[in-house]
Every structure is written in C-alpha cells, then in structure tokens.
C-alpha cells in the first residue's frame, strides 16, 4: 500500500516561495506517477502539476505556469513541488496523490492521497 505524506506548507507573504515535499513508503515509489492538488476554502480540489515515473509533466492549472515547478527524487522517495512569487490565491489544502500507475491521469483516477499541507498567502 502506498502511503503519502505532505510537508513544508506554511504562512508566507505574496511573492513569496515555499518547497512543498511528498515523501513516499509502502511500495515501489519509481512505479507510480505522483501529482500535486490544491483546494481552497468552499472551492473543489483541483490539478495543479503531475510527473510521470520517466519525468514526463502534466500542468493541470494554467494559473501556476511560469511559478510552481514539480521534480522528483527516486532515490528519496519524495516528490517535489516548488512554488514561486505566491499570490493570495494560492492560499489552500495541497495534497500530493499517486494513481495505480506510472502515468498522469485525470483527478478521478488518482486513489492514493496524503492528508495535505497548508498554504496561506496574507500579507
């Protein structure tokens, strides 16, 4: 079973940066895909960024290009999400979340998630 957990969210001014970390166990972590989500208060979960196992990226939300990057490490079992110049916007719940295999899919597909980290944006 693969078990995800979310960590590095935090409280920061806009323009500001964070590293979000997804670090993995349970399983082979190189056989699956692994995608960040986000959900704002009174707002659905939706894509941000996936990477495939070959390092392939999927961008699910035009609204972070150009600010938010993903990279995985193998060898540390945790997946990466950079996110850059923040705005108010971005402020919410970011889970990382694996599907049952080594390709981005659509959300509906992804039936691994963490618990998710916090990221509030205020000045």
């Known amino acids: 079973q693969l078990q995800l957990v979310e960590s590095g969210g935090g409280l920061v001014q806009p323009g500001e940066s964070l590293r979000l970390s997804c670090a993995a166990s349970?399983?082979?972590?190189?056989?699956?895909?692994v995608g960040w989500f986000r959900q704002a208060p009174g707002k659905e979960r939706e894509g941000v960024l996936c990477?495939?196992?070959?390092?392939?990226?999927?961008v699910y939300a035009d609204s972070i290009k150009g600010r938010f990057t993903i990279s995985r490490d193998n060898a540390k079992n945790t997946v990466y999400l950079q996110v850059n110049s923040l705005k108010f916007e971005d402020t919410a719940v970011y889970y990382c979340?694996?599907?049952?295999?080594?390709?981005?899919?659509?959300?509906?597909?992804?039936?691994?998630w963490g618990q998710g980290t916090q990221v509030t944006v205020a000045s």
């Open positions: 349970g399983v082979t972590f190189d056989e699956y895909a």
């Open positions: 979340a694996a599907p049952p295999g080594p390709m981005c899919v659509m959300l509906h597909e992804y039936n691994y």
């Open positions: 990477i495939s196992t070959t390092g392939v990226i999927t």
